[in-house]
């Protein structure tokens, strides 16, 4: 099941921001807290997929009754 989710525009200063990291080299980019993607995670389907403002999980139950 995908649920739309709207969110909300972004500001001058946020665009500067995403223009900034865009910019930046994949080596400055501190990734320390980002876990490892594994083989065994990523077989897990607990992976998250946004498009167009629609994000959808694998293995959530539906909550509509």
Not at 7 to 36: G, R, Y
Not at 48 to 63: E, F, H, R, V
């Amino acid at each position: 099941m995908t649920k739309s989710i709207n969110l909300p525009s972004l500001n001058e200063e946020q665009h500067k921001e995403i223009e900034t990291l865009k910019a930046m080299p994949d080596e400055e980019i501190d990734t320390v807290d980002i876990p490892e993607a594994t083989a065994e995670w990523l077989a897990s389907g607990h992976l998250y997929y946004a498009n167009s403002l629609k994000i959808s999980k694998t293995g959530i139950p539906s909550d509509d009754r």
